[in-house]
């Protein structure tokens, strides 16, 4: 590794504590966790009270990517399919709950498929049955494409 690679793995590092220390001091969050080491360092946890359908108490469980723009893009590419009509959100987040009830099929650090994997195959059926455009498609970028 190089001194500038080494800075920076150490700089996100810090950073990732650093978020972990904020969002711990705020009562709208729980079960905070930096995990710098992984392979994308993020930071997990659970808003409170957010109004998610999805969970008993309405919380939602979230992560904050450091250095993955990719990660950024797909996000934004989720919510273009959101948009498009509320139904697709209300799939998406009965297949998220679906996947993760019982045994937990939505952890690709633990060799099942990934969360935007499954929120992929989602679109993928979408699209198959007409439901929604492919977002990707040129013709369709400069229409939809805020992303």
């Known amino acids: 590794t190089t001194a500038a690679g080494a800075a920076y793995t150490s700089s996100v590092k810090r ?3 650093w978020m972990q220390r904020i969002l ?9 966790q930096a995990v710098p080491w992984a392979r994308v360092p993020v930071v997990r946890g659970r808003m409170l009270r957010v109004g998610n359908p999805g969970s008993a108490d309405g919380s939602i469980q979230f992560d ?6 990719r990660a950024v893009r797909n996000s934004k ?7 498009l009509n509320d139904r697709v959100t209300y799939v998406m987040i009965l ?7 019982g ?7 633990d060799g099942t ?5 499954w929120m992929n195959l989602v679109i993928f059926y979408l699209q198959v049955i ?18």
């Open 64 to 69: 904050i990517c450091f250095g993955n723009n």
């Open 113 to 117: 498929l990934s969360s935007y994997t």
């Open 24 to 32: 711990e001091r705020n009562p709208h969050f729980e079960d905070v």
């Open 95 to 101: 297949i998220k709950i679906w996947a993760k009830a």
């Open 15 to 17: 950073a990732a504590f």
């Open 130 to 147: 007409d439901f929604v455009p492919n977002l990707q498609s040129k013709d369709l970028l400069g229409e939809y494409g805020r992303w």
């Open 77 to 83: 590419l989720l919510r273009e399919y959101a948009f």
């Open 103 to 109: 045994v937990d099929i939505a952890s690709a650090s």
